[in-house]
């Protein structure tokens, strides 16, 4: 069966840490940029980070900088999304998405270059 797991979200407070995993399964995630996105109640979906094939980040929306890390491991077949310094809007449902046409040295922070979703793991920030 061929798809995207997320795990790792939960509820923290203001200030924690989480770290979200995305394991692919029934393909191999080395040939694919991956995205990270989140969606709050209310509002419309929005690109969060994503990594290109070599392992290098191309994109991060400015409200994440200097707090989301993303990292890939091909040998696990996963890509993680290390968030630090939570805020309360950072609660969402978060989803990663892989992109076949991605490639090591872009990767896009739009959803619609991606083909393939998770079903999404929630991540609540509250005290």
């Known amino acids: 069966q061929v798809q995207l797991v997320e795990s790792g979200g939960g509820l923290v407070q203001p200030g924690g840490s989480l770290r979200l995993s995305c394991t692919a399964s029934?393909?191999?995630?080395?040939?694919?940029?991956i995205g990270w996105f989140r969606q709050a109640p209310g509002k419309e979906r929005e690109g969060v980070t994503c990594v290109t094939t070599s392992g290098d980040s191309t994109y991060s929306a400015d409200t994440v900088k200097g707090r989301f890390t993303i990292a890939r491991d091909n040998a696990a077949n996963t890509v993680y999304l290390q968030m630090n310094s939570l805020k309360p809007e950072d609660t969402g449902v978060y989803y990663c998405?892989?992109?076949?046409?991605?490639?090591?040295?872009?990767?896009?922070?739009?959803?619609?270059?991606?083909?393939?979703w998770g079903q999404g793991t929630q991540v609540t920030v509250s005290s």
């Open positions: 029934g393909f191999t995630l080395d040939y694919y940029a």
């Open positions: 998405a892989a992109d076949p046409t991605g490639g090591d040295s872009f990767c896009s922070s739009s959803d619609y270059s991606y083909s393939r």
